[in-house]
């Protein structure tokens, strides 16, 4: 459904055929994908055709680092730019934005300390808007004038802080279950959470097959779509030779240490002077989504922002629900923002 104002307007349906239940973390199941053998799952006709269209692939410099870039469809059209979670990379957008490849620009990056992107030796918030208006700009999504930006998890904090500072230049942002929570919330959560662990080096597996049955979703949640899944985690692993302190073997691509001395500035502020219009996304099962996070996220969004729900779509909602998704963004970016 889509909430605009407050009021419900649209029943979005959702395309699962089969319901899933949420489960804790200490209920997750010890692997998704060790069934399988390293053999990719089973997968429909609609996700192999998305997959054969392939991205042309690059990089882009900021700040001294190099930028992963995907990009898919004809320069001169109107410009549409993923952005990605914490951990994740930008081919979790390679079985979505074919859809759109007719009739945008697509482009999808990797932040650097995940993906194919540098590593750093310290990340800011400031670091990351540079990052999103750089890709914008070297993929050509500006040729048919202001581009529409969506952001799934982590990538929204980046992008409402893109909105409020260059928002004059964007048609329009849209955030995929990024809850925007108020500062006592957010204090809150942290105080529940207790001191932050010291980040520790990624572990290296002996063996790819080894590493690809580690692979879960976090936050724990249920998966249908397995072959997702699968897809997902051989594009989250990396090779490593030996060092005189560690094995060869395989572990994952993201930077443990990004996150220390990290600050992610003030979501809530940036939201409310955004420069751009803002629609919102959410999965009705996310573990994020409460009528508290939505009445408030509402409250401070520019006024008129949708507020738009998948039904059975947890937090990896393009994951959960990937054709129900395409469908909403489709009919966002068909009626609004006008």
């Known amino acids: 459904m889509i909430r605009y104002s407050g009021r419900t307007i649209l029943e979005q349906p959702a395309q699962s055929t089969a319901d899933a239940a949420d489960v804790t973390e200490a209920a997750a199941p010890p692997s998704l994908l ?56 930008a081919d979790w957008w390679s079985f979505i934005a074919p859809f759109f490849a007719a009739d945008y620009r697509v482009a999808a990056m990797s932040w650097t300390g995940m993906g194919n992107s540098d590593h750093r030796p310290q990340y800011n918030l400031d670091i990351f808007v540079e990052e999103i208006m750089t890709v914008a700009r070297a993929a050509g999504l500006f040729d048919a004038g202001k581009p529409v930006f969506v952001g799934h998890s982590f990538g929204g904090l980046p992008l409402t802080a893109c909105a409020s500072r260059h928002g004059a230049e964007i048609a329009a942002a849209i955030t995929v279950d990024s809850p925007v929570m108020s500062p006592e919330r957010r204090r809150e959560r942290r105080s529940r959470r207790g001191p932050l662990k010291t980040p520790q080096p990624n572990r290296i597996y002996p063996t790819w097959l080894e590493a690809m049955n580690r692979f879960r979703f976090q936050p724990v949640q249920p998966c249908d779509n397995l072959y997702i899944a699968d897809f997902i985690a051989r594009g989250s692993l990396k090779q490593v030779a030996a060092t005189a302190n560690t094995p060869a073997g395989f572990t994952w691509k993201f930077d443990p240490f990004m996150w220390k001395g990290y600050h992610d500035g003030a979501p809530h502020i940036d939201m409310s002077t955004a420069q751009c219009p803002v629609a919102m996304i959410f999965g009705e099962k996310s573990i994020f989504l409460t009528e508290k996070i939505i009445d408030y ?26 054709l129900a998704f395409v469908s909403a963004l489709r009919g966002l970016l068909g009626g609004w923002p006008r």
Do not use: Y
């Open 297 to 322: 996220a509402l409250e401070v969004a520019p006024p008129g922002s949708p507020c738009v729900m998948i039904p059975e779509a947890h937090h990896h909602i393009m994951v959960d629900q990937p």
């Open 34 to 89: 060790a069934p399988f053998h390293g053999a990719p799952p089973p997968a429909p006709a609609w996700f192999d055709d998305a997959i054969r269209h392939a991205p042309a692939r690059d990089f882009v410099e900021v700040r001294g680092a190099r930028v992963e870039m995907l990009t898919w469809g004809a320069r001169g059209k109107p410009g549409l730019l993923f952005l990605h979670g914490n951990g994740a990379h």
